[in-house]
Nanobody, 119 residues
Framework: QVQLVESGGGLVQAGGSLRLSCAAS????????MGWYRQGPGKQRDLVAV???????YYADSVKGRFTISRDGAKNTVYLQMNSLKPEDTAVYYC?????????????WGQGTQVTVSS
């Protein structure tokens, strides 16, 4: 059983910063890609950023230059540093991980953490 536990969401004023964390625990053999998605009110869930096991990163155009994704392999944890936050960044942020267990790949999701940016 694998769990992704997120933390770090909250309420912040526009222009402020937040740092999200997501730790994987359980029967984790090998974590491949890890990423963050978000879902605003009445919207679909969209990719925000992803980082491969080799450290290659990808960002949605809307967050480039403001958000930074990173990971700590020893802690099985992925981070999302969010700077210069805008009201349109308000959403529930979900952690996602592709994990290899017994030679098979599985996709896992965290429970989500609310980020609210006030104007």
């Amino acid at each position: 059983q694998v769990q992704l536990v997120e933390s770090g969401g909250g309420l912040v004023q526009a222009g402020g910063s937040l740092r999200l964390s997501c730790a994987a625990s359980g029967s984790v053999f090998s974590i491949n890609d890890m990423g963050w998605y978000r879902q605003g009110p009445g919207k679909q869930r969209d990719l925000v950023a992803v980082i491969t096991s080799g450290g290659i990163t990808y960002y949605a155009d809307s967050v480039k230059g403001r958000f930074t994704i990173s990971r700590d392999g020893a802690k099985n944890t992925v981070y999302l540093q969010m700077n210069s936050l805008k009201p349109e960044d308000t959403a529930v942020y979900y952690c996602n991980a592709d994990i290899t267990i017994a030679a098979l790949n599985y996709e896992y999701w965290g429970q989500g953490t609310q980020v609210t940016v006030s104007s």
